[in-house]
């Protein structure tokens, strides 16, 4: 089945079977490119500010000029940088990978005990964090040693007097930024310019060199970084590129950005992709804030949009999006979590345009299936495999299955990542000695080759697009000494697509479900929090004493 390739038939017209993988050698070269092509066009927007390409590239030339010249980094040092979308995010991560380092993206809602395991794993030697978050930072960098502190306040790169005005809002007016004191840390601006003083060497990432290292929960429920190589991102960025580029205006697209840069769907579909057509990125901030963004997108006629269906739906209950300019809007891509058919609907009777599914993994750079973009409706299906990506589904024994039967989904494809780093079990778990990856995903393919996700093998929990792993968040709950055991299982909510539950079986009878929620705030980020607390006598367990969650799960769904 892998070598037939039904789904080729189906490709949208332009679409090319292969993709060219030798164009580029590296991110480095694509941005050069578009550096030459698009200089003076705008590169990215934030909070009514915008730098062009031209702009970008100086940016980032001097903080790779910084890293290398001021903090002596050498080629394959990892950076972790802990910020929510803002100028001063494509810039750092431009420059780390300018400098032939590798970026370990870090998500800002981290607790402390989750962002110390990064860095500690990853052996960063740098943190670029928002001042939001210094706190957090202050408390681990002072447990781990060695790992230099680069901060940035959210209005640094607004210019004057805004930047000062935004600073001083939210730190005194809105108290979004605790005191904290991380000592040696340099603020982003200055390491600007100091790395001006530098001059950059020449650098020649290879395909093979580590890009980033992106942390995603694993089974396991240990976090583990997924090794995406230049080869891996490029490779995507040109699959994703000949899927969307069919009518994209090149140097005339505006991409809106509200997933954050630092998940991987977010990262190549709107920066690496749209980097590629000269497009404009404007970065939404706090998207959570569904009044704020929907003014800041009335205030432009922007022609795409990625997001995820919890996204989507809280834009269509927003009061004033039905009045949005949508004239030049022609791309909308859901990903990250199954997009809703009521969602599809309502987004397209209100924009006018399909909403297309996609789907991906961090271990995959993210895409593996898109749908074409000339779909008629929504159609439940994940789409086509994208070119030079072979998909199969296959038995617990590893055996190709017939279409229509269903499977586990397994991909094969420059995208797919190196492995995860220094965990060669984990790797060998999910990858096989022909490159085939295990996604651990349920699926089926149709006649024409499009695929269709079933179930999910594991019992991974899906809350708004970001994986959450039981495992993770029943370690946490049975650290607390008045748990005996405790089992998460994940049940359908309608804003999140899933939500949290545990049971818990007490040591100490006084232990309450509010006190269980605010031992998790204390140690999970948000989204991995349980909405629900059960108190039961006994788990149900297997003969060798393994708790089983879906006993506990078929009920909860019911």
Known sequence: MSSERPWLAHYPAGVPAEIDLDEFASINDIFDSAVQKYRDKTAFISMGKSITYGELERLSRDFAGYLLGELKLKKGDRVAIMMPNCLQYPIAILGVLRAGLTVVNTNPMYTARELKHQLVDSGASVLVVLDNFGNVAQEVLSQVPGVRAVTTGLGDMLGFPKGLIVNFVLKHVKKMVPDFDIPGAVRFRDTLTLGRMHQLPEIRNTPEDLAFLQYTGGTTGVSKGAMLTHRNLVANMQQAASWVGTNVKLGEELIVTALPLYHIFALTSNCLVFMKFGAANLLITNPRDMPGFVKEIKSVRFTAITGVNTLFNGLLNTPGFDQVDFSRLHLT????????????????????????????????????????????????????????????????????????????????????????????????????????LKTGDMARMDEQGYFYIVDRKKDMILVSGFNVYPNEVEDVIAMMPAVLEVAAIGVPDDKSGEAVKVFVVKKDPALTADAVKAFCRENLTGYKQPRFVEFRDELPKSNVGKILRKELRSPAQA
Do not use: F
């Open 333 to 436: 891509l859901g990903g990250g979590m199954a997009v809703q058919r009521a969602v599809a609907d309502k987004w397209k009777q209100v924009t006018g345009v399909t909403l297309a599914e996609a789907y991906g993994l961090t271990e995959t750079s993210p895409a593996v299936c898109i749908n074409p973009l000339d779909l008629r409706a929504y159609n439940g299906s994940i789409g086509l495999p994208v070119p030079s990506t072979q998909v199969c589904i296959k038995d617990d024994d590893g055996n190709l299955l017939p279409m229509g039967e269903v499977g586990e989904l397994c991909v094969k494809g420059p995208q797919v990542m190196k492995g995860y780093w220094q965990r060669p079990e984990e790797t060998d778990k999910v990858m096989d000695a022909e490159g085939w």
